[in-house]
T-cell receptor
Framework: AQSVTQLDSQVPVFEEAPVELRCNYSSSVSVYLFWYVQYPNQGLQLLLK??????LVESINGFEAEFNKSQTSFHLRKPSVHISDTAEYFCAVSEIGGATNKLIFGTGTLLAVQP | ETGVTQSPTHLIKTRGQQVTLRCSSQ?????VSWYQQALGQGPQFIFQ???????GRGNFPPRFSGLQFPNYSSELNVNALELDDSALYLC????????????FGPGTRLTVL
């Protein structure tokens, strides 16, 4: 079985400051890793994913995440946040080659960007 | 290319009633998964359908059931509604069981009074 831990339920940050949202996972099998973003009253949008290869993955809007196998982490970072980045961010894993490709989510981190 | 759509957007029911939620998968996707997201929580996997058959189920009681149709659209049915069933219900589609990515619809907000 897999589990995902997002220790920070809320991260307040000022506009143009850097931010890191932490994600740790536990799994006895190999997994894919994802970050999804949820804006108020909306569904989930895929932000970025790690499947294989380079451990650093980037999104088109300036976010990046680094897969660290030894620490079983997949932290999300952005060097300079904008007001529009205010949203709930979910880290998730899915088992590679499993019977389903279901996602196991963390409890989410609310990124609150203040002017 | 049409993304994942869900209907209705919002729904209010009373305890004991039954509800049906609908999902149209993204074009070319034959796999649909349903998730329940309670307020302040991450989504929880309910079940998955692949080519009209249930393929995997989370820790939800049998009163949660589903269907997938030949065009790969799907329904989630919940019988004997309870207050705790109030949540955002998300549908996600993918291009197969081994597809690495699921794409989500906007969700249906169900309120049980």
């Amino acid at each position: 079985a897999q589990s995902v831990t997002q220790l920070d339920s809320q991260v307040p940050v000022f506009e143009e400051a850097p931010v890191e949202l932490r994600c740790n996972y536990s799994s006895s099998v190999s997994v894919y890793l994802f970050w999804y973003v949820q804006y108020p009253n909306q569904g989930l949008q895929l932000l970025l994913k790690y499947l294989s290869g380079s451990t650093l993955v980037e999104s088109i809007n300036g976010f990046e995440a680094e897969f660290n196998k030894s620490q079983t982490s997949f932290h999300l970072r952005k060097p300079s946040v904008h007001i529009s980045d205010t949203a709930e961010y979910f880290c998730a894993v899915s088992e590679i080659g499993g019977a389903t490709n279901k996602l196991i989510f963390g409890t989410g981190t609310l990124l609150a960007v203040q002017p | 290319e049409t993304g994942v759509t869900q209907s209705p957007t919002h729904l209010i029911k009373t305890r004991g009633q039954q509800v049906t939620l609908r999902c149209s998968s993204q074009s070319g996707h034959n796999t649909v998964s349903w998730y329940q997201q309670a307020l302040g929580q991450g989504p929880q996997f309910i079940f998955q359908y692949y080519r009209e058959e249930e393929n995997g189920r989370g820790n939800f009681p049998p009163r949660f059931s589903g269907l997938q149709f030949p065009n790969y659209s799907s329904e989630l049915n919940v019988n004997a509604l309870e207050l705790d069933d109030s949540a955002l219900y998300l549908c996600a589609s993918s291009s197969g069981l081994n597809a690495d990515t699921q794409y989500f619809g906007p969700g249906t907000r169900l309120t049980v009074l």
